[in-house]
């Protein structure tokens, strides 16, 4: 199955400040996701980012706020803008493995915003 | 578009009792089922998943969970629990078709007591 490289795992931001959150994927992947898990919560779906395309937002979710980059088949990057302490969580990417009918994910950026 | 519904926010439960954790879907068409743990300040790891055929599907670290179609849910079981099995477990289900987005359910917290 897919292995993900995500970067940072962590960080320490100011409020009104933006951070970039990398995920690299060692095969080739149409379709990445990209989900938010506040503190003692599920998992969300932000967005979905399919290559040469604008990303799909899930319903609470906007492009202003969480701008996503998919250059190509391996990499995707989730911009978290102007932040508040609201947005502190975990970040994670995913990708579909077809041939396992399953996902794999990455270990997450944990996010704390002060 | 599917849905999740664990029903069990919180099973406290001692040392080699068995337990089972609540999952039901809704869904308008065939779907993908998964089990997820996640234990403190830790990444997602897979339990086990249904795709198709036998509705009992046997994971790691001894449990196990049954697909039910007509009742839509996926519990599930370990006859014996330890105490490292303590953690956070989250049903997830995706449409069937390939390159659809996972949805989790909201979480079951599962304490194991000495």
């Known amino acids: 199955s897919a292995v993900i490289s995500q970067k940072p795992s962590r960080d320490i931001c100011q409020r009104g400040t933006s951070l970039t959150i990398q995920c690299q994927v060692d095969?080739?992947?149409?379709?990445m996701f990209w989900y938010r898990q506040q503190p003692g919560q599920s998992l969300t779906l932000i967005a979905t980012?399919?290559?040469?395309?604008?990303?799909?937002?899930e319903s609470g979710f906007v492009i202003d706020k969480f701008p996503i980059s998919r250059p190509n088949l391996t990499f995707s990057t989730l911009t978290v803008s102007n932040m508040s302490p609201e947005d502190s969580s975990i970040y994670l990417c995913?990708?579909?493995?077809?041939?396992?009918?399953?996902?794999?994910f990455g270990s997450g950026t944990r996010l704390t915003v002060v | 578009a599917q849905s999740v519904t664990q029903l069990d926010s919180q099973v406290p439960v001692f040392e080699e009792a068995p337990v089972e954790l609540r999952c039901n879907y809704s869904?308008?068409?065939?779907?993908?089922l998964f089990w997820y743990v996640q234990y403190p300040n830790q990444g997602l790891q897979l339990l086990l998943k249904?795709?198709?055929?036998?509705?009992l599907v046997k994971g790691i670290n001894g449990f196990e969970a049954e697909f039910n179609k007509s009742q839509t849910s996926f519990h599930l079981r370990k006859p014996s629990v330890h105490i490292s099995d303590t953690a956070e477990y989250f049903c997830?289900?995706?449409?069937?078709?390939?390159?659809?987005?996972?949805?989790f359910g909201a979480g079951t917290r599962l304490a194991v007591h000495p």
């Open positions: 995913s990708v579909e493995n077809p041939q396992e009918s399953g996902y794999t």
């Open positions: 095969s080739q992947v149409t379709m």
């Open positions: 980012a399919n290559q040469g395309s604008e990303a799909t937002y």
């Open positions: 869904s308008s068409v065939s779907v993908y």
């Open positions: 249904y795709l198709s055929g036998s509705t």
């Open positions: 997830a289900v995706t449409g069937l078709g390939g390159y659809n987005k996972l949805i």
